[in-house]
């Protein structure tokens, strides 16, 4: 510390990469000076992108909320205390549930309580707290696909194999920019590096694309790809690798179930088949699996422009299957799965079938999976015309902004004027928040510690990181986990106390004692071990001193506790991710299962679907990720928001020439869902035939306090454009690449 200057070393929480940051804080004064790359995070190893800004300035965001906001009566807002909010809200739930049944209440998760480890525990006793099957999350909006898959494939959806990026020689990466988000369900800092390194060692990086994304920039090839057939190339994928006898699961045989049947159902997907879908050459295809197996160590890596189409599950799938087949699953420089510190991917009991259709939709019938609803009904599951008495009445929304995120989001706006209450979890009024009666807002990143709870799970060496707060929150503000623990309780009649002591108490049951890591540790040993203080730090030393490289509560171990990490400035790494199958597998038999029928099932579809697939002039659109962004979360801040419009629709040369447009000229694009009015870029780096828009712009709408991005940034929605009738079927995922959309240009 220098000149009332301080260093604070802690992780970034915005995106999945959590780089080390050394915060520069000015004590005197109470503010971050600069934030800048730490050279010893054994992770990023000094790298940061410019979202590391983002924690400074939310912080410092003067249209944050700090207070509780209750709507008036003529839609103005007035501040509450915190035991009048949370008791309000209570009381209206309870309302809505004793007249109509714990049915009428619903909630929507967002992605930022992902970033938070107390968000992530602390939601779940509000759920169960709930009781309804209503349960909404951005999940269906992005990696549901995968989850499904894996739920089938190797008996937990959660349970996420990422590449082994730093010992492959041939990645090839469909439907993911990493360079953008930095790795996307594969946590790489400075993924750049790594994949330039990659290539300068010999290696190849093949990339699959309708636009040439940064990614696609510094690979050693790009090809374009017709959005949303991913599913067929790689059908034809799987056909080359039978037809010229390339299968190679290694180990995995032994456990392996479904070989043939891939054969089989692969057998009509040859590359001549698919070309006319794909729009890529047959001998290129061959020619990429070719490459792909003569290398010592390829990864086939999958992200969110699979997902987010017609046959993501399918696409999710196959990318697993490919890596099984060819031997590269859980293999060095393959697919590998992390072993995170707190325990989530230990070997534990077989599950359970999954869960399809324990609740449905009252208008559509679509049934929840996994417990998962599609975000595209939540406007009809709230509407008297869809859904009737059987309406949803209330709706709790967890750090989520679905009218910008959400499929036709007008139609969810216009829904959400039609429920009996509404209560928001956020720290601003945006887009959807203006419709809530109530919004609870919470400490942000600076002001609470944290740990890389969900992203040591998808990390490309294993590694564990607290970080502290920076600041000690305002008077009278509320943590996250602390609002979700208070809502839960109060809405069933108890304290937050008693409800938090029976959550510790269940969590420690089923941690410690025989069958355990933890055989001779009773439940009471492990409660006395952790302490009395309430929040997300205890429970999570609980599962760290329970978990793979725990101290097994034996002070006299040097095994990990929290307290050893919170004495550690940077993150500690745990080592290369190693084999782990079958030990960890929770299907029936411990076996990897290829061709799972509730996946196989979906063929059917896709082959129905393929005559509609062929190239019919029609333009197609799909999003984009970029390095500014997250979502719709960060255009409130002014670092982000400089520069020139971002929100533009990317077109190809040769279908601007055909159109008459210009470049930065505006053109209208319309859908089934809506139109909307776009300046448009011109550039070499789109297949002819589709155009590009990002997600999560739209801002600039009445009723919201977001005055940088409703003046700097607003852009406009591309998911006013999206449509929320089809879905991935098997996952209920909306889809956001691939939608048939018209362009014009305005005169």
Sequence with gaps: MTDNIEIVHRSCAICEASCGLRVHVNRAEQRVERIDGDDDDPRSRGYLC??????????????????????RADGSWEELDWEQALDYAAERLQAVRDAHGAQALGYYIGNPTGHNAGGQLYVQPLIMSLGTPRSF???????????????????????MPVPDLDHCDYFLCLGGNPLASQGSLMSAPNIGKRLRALREAGGRVVVLDPRRTETAEVASQHVFIRPGTDAWFLLAFVNVLFAEDRVRPGRLAEFTDGIDEMRALSEEFTPEAVAPITGIDADLTRRIVREFCDAKRPVCYGRIGLCTQEFGTLASWLVYAIDALTGRLDAVGGMMFTRPATGNAEPGPEAEPMSVGAYRTVLRGLPEVDGQLPCGAMAEEIEEASAGDARMRALITVCGNPVLSAPNGPRLASALEELDFMVAVDIYLNETTRHADLILPSTVQLEHENYDFLFQTTSIRNMARWSPAVFEPEP?????????????????????????????????????????????????????????????????????????????????????RMETLRNLPHALDLGALEPRLPGVLKTPGRRLRLAPEYLTADLSRLRASSDRRLDDGRMLMIGRRQMRNMNSWLHNLPHLARGRNRCTLLMSVKDADRLGVRDRESVRVRSRSGHLDVECEVTD???????????GFGHGREGTRLGVANQVQPGVCSNDLTDELPLDVPSGTHIANGIPVEVERLV
């Design 50 to 71: 410019p979202k590391a800004y983002a924690m400074k300035e939310i912080y410092e965001d003067p249209d944050r909320l700090r207070r509780p906001l209750r709507k």
């Design 137 to 159: 999350s951005a999940a269906t909006m992005d990696q549901f696909p995968q989850n499904v898959a894996l739920r089938e494939m190797v008996g937990d959806g959660w349970m």
């Design 476 to 560: 009278d503000t509320m943590d996250h986990w602390r609002i979700l623990l208070e809502l839960g309780a109060r809405y069933v009649g108890t304290t937050a106390e008693d409800l938090d002591a029976a959550m510790v108490r269940t969590m420690a049951g089923g941690l410690v004692g025989p069958g355990t890591r933890c055989p001779e540790v009773t439940p009471e040993q492990a409660l006395e071990a952790i302490g009395e203080t309430m929040g997300p730090m205890r429970l999570l030393d609980l599962m760290i001193r329970s978990g793979p490289y725990g101290d097994g509560f034996d002070d006299t171990s040097s095994g990990l």
């Design 685 to 695: 780096a789109m297949m002819p035939g589709v155009v590009s828009l990002p997600h």
